[in-house]
């Protein structure tokens, strides 16, 4: 019967997976049931500035790192540059959280407990200690600008040592910063986010490491900016490596990273990161080179970001990803007996 | 049931939970069939085919109680030689009248008793449906009977319910019902296999059955069947009707219709009842045997109640103070004469016709021609608006700023909000306390009635007319409390019990109203309730503190018993039928009646009992006469009177039907009432040309999500939530035969109006095939209007008025409608739409609905209403809130 | 991917009883829900009455067409959703053989009709049989619950009757539990910004009621009471129905060692779980988030190492 409407209640749907390249659902059920092709579970309710947010992060803890290598190798173009980045993103990554909560004045309830089991209070913690040291690391830049005498002379003289040690203490925190993110993501029942638990905090890493390259590669002259450019090619590769696996590696649940809106994005950031990376190995020699890869490696860093935080998003909204591989566990059990 | 009576179905799944076996036969496919063991889709209105199939199969498989139906039923007495069939006459009985489109009963008589039918020609008691008037107490009879206890005699019951129903085969009920044979004979066989001695069946209905225009016959039907089997006066059997509004079983015993007195009284009508004596008489039945013997005490105690010391055995206690009926007071007949400027002031409460009745136009042009309207309700609704807010606005037919009819709204308090009794399906009085105090200025009824009465009869105290005499002389003293001075709802509890007029103590039983002016008794049936001075209603004894029947909680009317005729539970002789089903029996001993339940019966008569000759009243009921208040003892299988369409069902097509009726030439039931009215009109059916032009049935009832016209769940949020949008349901055959999308909108067309709705396209309905043609059924809740949260047209706009003859309910299951893809036109195009549908179907001015479509009647067409005594009487202004019920 | 990757029993991390779990000293008998959807026949009087106790918000007015259910999702303002399931007959199970004499058997089903309504294979109009199922979801009261595990605030936590609960006056709207939630129950209400969701009527279970869905359900198809109570009324129930040739019963979310420890709310199912919307094998996301962390420590050392190697590595 060639029904006019859509068929109420058990509805089957037809599929084909790509190359499922991971170790197991190579052979997805090919019908799935689901009801009216509602989604199982709630999306995530967060916006864009959550992806927003995952950037700035990255590249806050990105750029503090930069900031210490250059700190303490001598490079100040790189230390100045990574700080006053570390605090501008930590400042936005703070406004972007708070304004993402549904009631943003009871930001300071975050405070009221840690807990392990919920990387998001485990994060504003790192948060806690992160934000404070970036900010007086950042501020301390400003002591040559100081008066030599009186009280504000003081800060002159002393800025910069506190600034040494919040710089370090930023720098500490920074890989934590950068590769939480990750498991704020995954731990959730988001499918596609879940599942790329093992994969997501280096991607994370990555993407901190080759933004904050980037902003090493826009900011220093071409004789500090060496390690930037070995940052960008180590960050790169974890991005690159993390990025290829959740889009192969995850079966079925790979399918949202590669299609639509999320897989031109997570292109893009593939494109750019190579690009920023050739970039920036070719042109050691070029300002201008250098500059251009350092904001392919930023945009690059972007795409990322977004193109994970909408592939997960898709990925909850189609009930398929929910029930597939949950149905094929359940089947493959019943199997084992 | 699950829809509509989900509390009460909780009892089904708990019998489900046991074992029991399901059986849901619905023309769609419902919450109840969803649960059901087996469903059986039915076309619409053919349930009387259904169930005389299920007669035919009890008597061709001799499947009844014989020792139940001998002793207990009609089946052995035989009826008069005059009697002629439906299947003699292709549908109709003998005595059908042409002229007046009704019968004269006399041939339908017990053999010797074709003089004792008092009513020859039943035009007039179906105007005033006058037929049932007693309720389930029946028409008396004479008592001697002649008997065929073999029932072999042709013309015993027994036999011309087997010739009756020969016919009504397994194929048959294919062919007409769409059921196949095999579910038909698995209902069937599980029907009668789970009654008897050792097991019961309950039969329950609602008014899916009613609001046809053969309703009764189908519920004739049922009673037929539970009677062959013994389910009647058993625990666990009988027919239960499933009540629609709370208390609508309590506003039939203190009723609210026209043609009712309290305790089933009837109405005096202006000619035949013109002295007390006449009406008493009328209702007594002298020399008859039976309860109603005392019908005098009853009669004179409630007028004592009316008019107190005014009342005296001098004046016939004010019988004439009470009005009279001229003819049909019914709902529809006062719409038609609203719009024919017969009446003038409308009071409404409780009720929104402009969405709930049938022929929702008619009711809004009937409202919108008065001078004054009273509307009180909990919320605003249709029926206060429809002048500025109803299609007939859209259409231009009502200007608001020149309507006439000056609406006053009241706020009215809900049943929480004020303290009373409900009375539910069981007879089962059960007092409420108020839970809040009403918003604003709500006021309860008992409120606005008191302070009315009181305030017109201050205004007329000084009135030297006679006419006056009946409200100034009525007692109107309730004790009142509180800041509004609220009346006292127990007192009038009281007043309704009944109590000694001398010393006002109160009355334990109906057997002590007197007919001599010593009592008063507002409902002699309820006396009881409020014996020894305590509220009977009020008790709420936990089921687990006492027995099963549970004879602690609430209180039943009559005389606090659970089950009527349970005299039945046992058998002649008094003994329980069974162990397993024992429930009131003869105790040798104690010489008396006993058992769970209060009996049924004279308590210290026993089975040998046999009248003296000559006896009358309840002397003389016989030991073994179970069923007591009719007139011989019996159950009757063949009526041989009260019933107007026939002693007997048959299955008749409904008004409307795209149909020919497969059984008779007689088309649809020959005594309908319908009312040739240039706003009313009926579809084509066959045999009538162009029935065709309204090709599909559709079928109307009720959401669990919404209630009636909507105004108590369109205007709450979480209601209206759950159903927010007017929608029709078809089947995916229909939905491509017609074009619909799942989602899209539908009009749909019939020739008294257009109304849209979203579609839904389901499995839950099915086309049939009957009769060798598919029929595609539609189904539409009725509960949109303009008001509320959530809006819609309302259902009720398609159909037309046509009643049933005997309870004058409205046929408002089923009609025949078009059905076309899209929105509807609004405005003055909306008018030529239907405009050209009825020319289409020739519903012309002159047309006139063909009531008799069989050469049998010897006669030509009948008219619909006539009432041959008073045909000329005009009908009266009567402020009148009628309506039929389940 | 995880699931055959680990071993089930992992799943098993802390005691079946949550609420002693939790630090509760003085913790009740866990209580919950059985609701056996066999018997719901879809009246939305749950739905009504939580509405009505919990002063729950309206959530719109639109037809959906999705059978009788315009709920549509428990969602912050619904906490209770009947859902209608209108689909064909699943095949006649052996054991029901068409032709086999159910009336020895006793009645065969609830939940069907016994066999095929007629008119459907006559003439044009050729169907299979159906059947429309109702079932009354609710939030799980998982015993390891992700929304709870991953709330920041401690906004939700575990009653002494081992229910799990949003603090309105806490939640501040981070949204963490919504996508943590397996069963997609807890939500985000518009407007308001706080995650709202069943509390199984904290407030009368702590005055000693019955919660309003339940006291409301007139055919007991929602049962209240001690988990362990229901867990036993349930195993007999679906005993019963196989008996009486329901094969397709079958109970969901009552079993401790499943993805989140078993449900407090569980179900007695006619179907598969995800033709009512229901995930079919969910899996409480924190039993990963050791694996998680140590990844991401992986990955930190890995960055903290790519950026001193970076430093270190080279002279330009
Ligand atoms: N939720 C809810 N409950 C209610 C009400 C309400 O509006 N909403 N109203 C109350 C009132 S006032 C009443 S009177 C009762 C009515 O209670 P019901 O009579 O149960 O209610 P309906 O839904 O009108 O009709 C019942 C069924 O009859 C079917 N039907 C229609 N025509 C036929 C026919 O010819 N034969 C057969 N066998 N079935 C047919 C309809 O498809 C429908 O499923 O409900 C009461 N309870
Ligand atoms: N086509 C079709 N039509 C039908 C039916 C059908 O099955 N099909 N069913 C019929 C049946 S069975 C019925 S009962 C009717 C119902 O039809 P109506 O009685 O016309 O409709 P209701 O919406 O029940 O109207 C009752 C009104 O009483 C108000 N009310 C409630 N409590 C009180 C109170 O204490 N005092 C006062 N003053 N007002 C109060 C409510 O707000 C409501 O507006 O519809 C009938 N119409
Ligand atoms: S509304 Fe009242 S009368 Fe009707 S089913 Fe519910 S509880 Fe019973
Ligand atoms: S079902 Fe979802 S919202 Fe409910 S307790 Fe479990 S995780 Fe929390
Ligand atoms: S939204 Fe509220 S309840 Fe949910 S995790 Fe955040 S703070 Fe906790
Ligand atoms: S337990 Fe209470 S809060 Fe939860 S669904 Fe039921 S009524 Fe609503
Ligand atoms: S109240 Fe009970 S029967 Fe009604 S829908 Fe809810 S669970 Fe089902
Ligand atoms: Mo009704």
């Known amino acids: ?337 | 049931m699950a829809e509509a009576h989900p509390v009460g179905f909780q009892w089904v799944m708990e019998a489900k939970r046991r074992g029991a076996k399901v059986f849901h036969v619905d023309p769609r496919f419902t919450r109840t069939s969803a649960v059901a063991d087996s469903y059986l889709p039915i076309r619409a209105g053919t349930d009387i085919a259904l169930l005389g199939g299920v007669v035919r199969h009890i008597l061709e498989n001799e499947l009844d109680f014989r020792e139940y139906v001998l002793a207990y039923t009609n089946a052995a007495t035989i009826v008069s030689d005059r009697f002629a069939d439906t299947e003699d006459l292709d549908g109709l009985f003998s005595g059908y009248r042409p002229d007046t489109g009704s019968y004269d009963t006399s041939s339908w008589q017990y053999a010797g008793h074709e003089g004792h039918a008092e009513i020859t020609g039943t035009g007039k008691e179906r105007d005033s449906a006058a037929g049932l008037r007693h309720e389930s107490h029946g028409m008396p009879v004479p008592a001697p009977t002649q008997r065929d206890e073999t029932l072999q005699h042709p013309r015993c019951v027994y036999q011309i319910l087997r010739r009756h129903f020969a016919r009504y085969t397994p194929e048959m009920v294919e062919r007409v019902c769409g059921i196949p044979q095999d579910k038909f004979l698995e209902l069937a066989d599980a029907w009668a296999s789970n009654s008897g001695r050792e097991r019961t069946g309950a039969l329950v209905y609602s008014v899916g059955w009613t609001q046809h225009s053969v309703g009764v016959q189908y519920i004739r039907t049922g009673a037929i069947i539970q009677t062959l089997l013994g389910n009647m006066g058993r625990p666990g059997g009988g027919i239960l009707a499933l009540r629609g509004h709370a208390s609508i079983q309590g506003s039939t015993d203190i009723p609210t219709l026209y043609n009712l007195l309290p305790g089933y009284l009837p109405m005096p009508h202006h000619a035949d009842h013109e002295t007390f004596d006449d009406w008493v008489d009328s209702i007594r039945h002298p020399g008859q045997k039976g309860f109603w013997g005392n019908s005098r005490a009853y009669a004179a105690s409630l007028l004592k109640a009316y008019w107190g010391d005014a009342a005296t055995p001098e004046n016939d206690f004010c019988y004439g103070h009470l009005p009279r009926m001229t003819g049909d007071h019914g709902t529809y007949q006062q719409v038609l004469n609203m719009i024919d400027g017969k009446i003038r002031g409308y009071f409404l409460l409780g009720q929104n016709p402009a969405v709930g009745s049938a022929h929702g136009r008619a009711q809004r042009l009937g409202m919108a021609n008065l001078d004054w309207l009273v509307v009180r309700d909990l919320f605003l609704i249709e029926s206060a608006t429809f002048w500025k807010n109803s299609p007939e606005v859209a259409t231009g037919e009502i200007v608001p700023e020149q309507c006439r009819t000056e609406v006053f709204f009241l706020p009215a308090a809900s049943h929480v909000e004020k303290e009373g009794t409900f009375t539910q399906t069981q007879r089962l009085l059960q007092w409420r306390e108020k839970a809040v105090d009403p918003p604003g200025d709500a006021r309860s009824e008992l409120w606005f009635f008191y302070h009315l009465g009181r305030r017109l009869r201050e205004k007329l105290a000084a009135s030297p007319h006679p006419r006056d005499r009946a409200l100034l002389d009525l007692t109107w003293d309730y004790p009142t409390h509180g800041p509004h001075a609220e009346p006292s709802a127990e007192a009038v509890l009281r007043e309704i019990n009944g109590y000694e007029v001398a010393t006002g103590r109160p009355l334990s039983a109906f057997a002590q109203a007197r007919d001599d002016g010593s009592t008063a008794v507002g409902c002699w049936i309820y006396t009881g309730v409020y014996a020894d001075g305590v509220n009977q209603a009020a008790r709420r004894r936990s089921r687990h503190e006492q027995d099963w029947v549970a004879a602690q909680w609430g209180w039943a009317w009559p005389a606090n018993r659970r089950t009527l005729y349970n005299r039945a539970s046992a058998d002649p002789q008094g003994r329980p039928w069974s162990e397993r089903k024992k429930y009131v029996w003869w105790d040798p001993d104690a010489g008396e009646w006993t058992g769970y339940d209060v009996p049924d019966f004279e308590k210290t008569k026993p089975p040998t009992y046999r009248p003296p000759e000559g006896a009358s009243g309840v002397e003389a009921i016989a030991g073994d006469d179970a069923f007591v208040m009719q007139g011989d003892g019996k159950a009757w299988l063949f009526a041989p009177s009260g019933v107007l369409d026939g002693p007997l069902p048959a299955h008749y097509e409904p008004a409307e039907s795209p149909m020919r009726n497969p059984l008779y030439g007689q088309q649809a039931n020959p005594t309908r009432k319908v009312y040739e009215h240039p706003v009313n009109s009926v579809n084509p059916s066959p045999p009538e040309a162009h029935s065709g032009v309204f090709p599909y049935v559709f079928t109307v009832s009720r959401l669990t999500e919404h209630h009636t016209a909507g105004g108590m769940s369109r205007t709450v949020r979480p209601l209206a939530e759950l159903q927010p949008e007017m929608f029709v349901e078809v089947s995916p055959e229909l939905a491509a035969e017609a074009g619909l999308t799942h989602l899209g909108w539908a009009h749909l067309v019939s020739g008294r109006a257009v109304i849209e709705a979203r579609v839904l396209v389901t499995e839950r309905l099915t086309p049939l095939r009957v009769d060798g043609r598919v029929i595609h059924q539609l189904w539409l809740p009725y509960h949109f209007g303009t008001e509320g949260l959530v809006t819609g047209d309302s259902a009720n706009d398609l159909f037309g008025i046509t009643l049933d003859p005997n309870v004058l309910i409205q046929e408002s299951k089923i009609g025949t409608c078009d059905v076309r893809p899209g929105r509807r036109p609004t405005g003055p195009a909306l008018l030529d739409l239907v405009a050209d549908y009825r020319r289409r179907a020739g519903m012309t001015p002159q047309r006139r609905v063909p009531i008799v479509t069989t050469d049998a009647a010897g006669g030509g067409d009948a008219a619909g209403s006539t009432d041959e005594r008073s045909a000329g009487a005009s009908a009266d202004e009567h402020e009148h809130d009628g309506g039929g019920d389940a | ?316």
């Open chain 3, 1 to 316: 991917m995880t699931g055959a990757g680990m071993p089930d029993a992992d799943s098993r991390h802390g005691p079946p009883d949550p609420a002693p779990d939790a630090g509760w000293t003085d913790a009740r008998p866990r209580m919950g829900f059985f609701t056996d959807t066999s018997v719901c026949i879809g009246c939305k009087a749950c739905e009504v009455a939580c509405k009505e106790w919990n002063d729950v918000p309206g959530s719109g007015l639109d037809l959906l067409g999705m059978s009788y259910d315009n709920t549509g999702a428990l969602t912050a303002n619904s906490w209770r959703h009947v859902a209608f399931v209108e689909q064909p007959r699943p095949a006649a199970p052996a054991a029901d053989a068409p032709g086999s004499a159910p009336a020895a058997a006793g009645p065969q089903f609830l939940g069907m009709p016994g066999a095929r309504p007629p008119g459907r294979d006559t003439g044009a109009q050729t169907r299979s049989d159906f059947r429309w199922l109702m079932m009354s979801d609710v939030c799980k009261h998982c015993t390891h619950a992700a929304c709870l595990d991953v709330c920041p605030t401690g906004s939700l936590f575990r009653t002494e009757f081992g229910t799990v609960v949003v603090q309105e006056d806490i939640c501040n709207g981070c949204g963490y539990c919504i996508p943590a939630c397996p069963y997609g129950v807890i939500d985000q209400r518009k407007g308001d910004g706080r995650a709202w969701k069943c509390t199984l009527c904290y407030d009368r279970l702590g005055a000693g009621l019955t919660p309003a869905c339940a006291q409301a359900c007139p055919t007991e198809s929602i049962q209240y009471g001690p988990l362990d109570e229901l867990r036993e009324r349930a195993a007999h129930r679906v005993a019963t129905l196989h008996e009486r040739g329901v094969p397709q019963a079958r109970l969901y979310g009552h079993d401790p060692t499943d993805g989140v420890g078993g449900d407090g709310a569980f179900f007695l199912l006619l179907d598969e779980p995800e033709v009512y919307g229901l995930p079919p094998d969910p899996v409480v996301t924190t039993r990963d988030l050791p694996r998680m962390w140590k990844r991401a420590g992986l990955a930190a050392l890995a960055m903290a190492a790519a950026a001193v190697a970076a430093f270190v590595g080279g002279s330009s």
């Open chain 1, 1 to 337: 019967m060639s029904a006019p409407h859509r068929p109420v209640g058990d509805r089957f749907r037809r599929y084909r997976t790509g190359r499922g390249g991971g170790e197991q659902l190579t052979v997805p059920p090919a019908e799935f049931t689901s009801y009216y092709g509602r989604p199982v579970l709630k999306p995530p309710v967060w916006k864009w500035d959550i992806a927003a947010y995952l950037f700035t992060g990255g590249l806050a803890a990105g750029s503090s790192l930069l900031a210490a290598g250059g700190q303490l190798t001598g490079r100040p173009a790189l230390r100045r540059a990574g700080r006053v980045t570390s605090l501008a993103a930590v400042t936005a990554s703070a406004y972007f959280l708070v304004n993402d909560l549904g009631r943003p004045a009871r930001f300071h309830h975050m405070l009221r407990v840690a807990k392990p089991t919920s990387p998001m209070s485990v994060g504003t913690w790192i948060l806690t200690v992160f934000g404070p040291a970036a900010g007086v690391a950042a501020v301390a830049e400003a002591a040559p600008w100081l008066p030599e005498r009186g009280a504000l002379g003081v800060g002159r003289r002393l800025l910069p040592g506190v600034g040494r040690a919040a710089g370090l203490v930023a720098a500490a925190t920074a890989p934590a910063l950068a590769t939480y993110t990750g498991v704020l993501l995954a731990d959730t029942a988001v499918p596609s986010w879940h599942e790329a638990y093992p994969e997501l905090p280096t991607i994370f890493a990555g993407s901190a490491l080759a933004s904050g390259a980037g902003v090493g590669l826009l900011a220093a002259p071409c004789a500090q900016a060496g390690p930037a450019r070995r940052m960008a090619v180590a960050g790169a590769a974890l991005e690159l490596w993390g990025a290829h696996r959740v889009e192969t590696r995850l079966g079925l649940l790979s399918e949202p990273y590669r299609t639509g809106v999320p897989g031109r994005l997570l292109r893009a950031g593939r494109t750019l990161t190579a690009a920023g990376v050739l970039g920036a190995l070719a042109g050691r020699r070029s300002r201008l080179l250098s500059g251009l890869s350092g904001a392919a490696l930023l945009a690059a860093s972007v795409a990322t970001r977004f193109g994970i935080f909408h592939g997960g998003v898709a990925s909850a909204r189609d009930p398929k990803y929910t029930v597939v591989p949950q149905r094929a566990r359940v089947d493959r059990r019943a199997a084992q007996g």
